[in-house]
């Protein structure tokens, strides 16, 4: 079983805006969120086509090399700023309110069964 | 009820902390009231929690109140970072002769206006953490219900551990606390109830402090 953390957040946002928010997320959320050891695997849209009157779905699905990355991710620390209360990451999500109807964030591990 | 007083000391420069251990050492022995006194060196790694944490014990509150009476010294007063006066909350001793170990406390703050449910759940979950991290000998989460200090605290969580490994090792490893718990802490998480500036502290202790 690989060590890798997953961290999956499901932004619905708000109706039109699906492209808006990605392009942001990617500008302004992501190379920080690298920056912190994060590893960036895909961005999925659903329903799968932007919908202009109705909100669609985004999933942005990370991942980190294994659970003391994950605590560096989270607290800082080493070659970045001891950020325990994490003031450096609030901004991004307090910016993009506007934006959201509701998000999750999940974290996960692979499951899938041995062969 | 078990009442208990937790203070945070950040001991003025030029003032050597094995003295000021001392100093506050001698100062508890005139509490008339008090049940139990620790009073501990914090070890490296901890955050917002000065140098020295006192933690002292009345059989209850009317027994602390009895035993205010003697006052700190103005140093050990100015010296004060934050207290925190509670009953004992819920708790688990099974493991009351635990010698030369690590008393662990996170001291934090729930963001007023957090739904009553949500804070049953998140209590409920805290709760069951010592079911999954074995090497948590002994707990306490106890509700405060009064503070000084940088935030008005609402919950002390109290662990003994038998080593530093337990503390670093097990408990921060442990996927029921990174992948389920840690949200409540998240400042990403939706789900985050707890305020981010919050006292984690580790003393080395002869004895077991969860009694």
């Known amino acids: 079983m690989s060590d890798r953390v997953y961290i999956l957040d499901e932004i619905v946002v708000r109706p039109g805006c699906a492209r808006t928010y990605r392009d942001r997320y990617l500008t302004d959320y992501a190379p920080g969120a690298r920056g912190r050891g994060m590893h960036l695997e895909s961005v999925y849209l659903t329903p799968p086509l932007e919908l202009q009157e109705q909100s669609n779905t985004l999933h942005f699905l990370w991942s980190v090399a294994d659970v003391a990355a994950w605590w560096a991710m989270r607290l800082g620390g080493g070659d970045r700023p001891f950020d325990p209360a994490g003031t450096e990451k609030v901004g991004w999500w307090l910016e993009a309110e506007e934006l959201t ?3 999750r964030r999940s974290v996960m591990i692979d499951f899938a069964p041995v062969p | 009820m078990t009442f208990a007083v937790l203070r945070s000391f950040a001991v003025p420069d030029g003032i050597n902390v094995d003295d000021f251990v001392a100093g506050l050492t001698e100062h508890a ?19 917002n929690d000065g140098q020295v944490i006192w933690r ?28 925190v006066f ?5 708790h688990a001793t099974p493991h009351p002769n635990l010698r030369n170990g690590i008393w662990r406390a996170l001291v934090f703050s ?11 759940q998140f209590e409920a979950e805290m709760l069951a953490m010592p079911r999954h991290v074995t090497t948590i000998r002994n707990w306490s989460l106890s509700r405060v219900c009064a503070s000084q200090g ?8 109290e662990q003994d ?22 949200r409540w802490y998240d400042v990403e998480h939706p789900d985050r109830i707890v305020d981010g500036y919050l006292i984690h502290t580790a003393c080395a202790s002869a004895t077991a402090q969860i009694r």
Do not use: K
């Not at chain 2, 509670?86 to 819920?90: I, K, T």
């Open chain 2, 29 to 47: 022995t005139r509490l008339s009231t008090l049940a139990h006194s620790f009073v501990g060196r914090t070890l490296p790694g901890g955050i």
């Open chain 2, 110 to 120: 729930v963001e007023p206006g957090t739904d009553r449910q949500v804070r049953a």
């Open chain 2, 161 to 182: 551990f038998d080593n530093l490994e337990g503390l670093h090792g097990q408990y921060m490893m442990h996927p029921i606390h990174w992948g389920s718990i840690d």
């Open chain 2, 86 to 90: 509670y009953h004992l909350g819920r």
């Open chain 2, 56 to 83: 002292a014990e009345f059989a209850s509150e009317a027994h602390y109140q009895v035993s205010r009476r003697a006052a700190m010294t103005s140093m050990q007063n100015e010296a004060c970072q934050d207290t």
């Open chain 1, 101 to 103: 109807v509701s998000r």
């Open chain 2, 150 to 157: 940088a935030r008005p605290w609402s919950y002390v969580w």
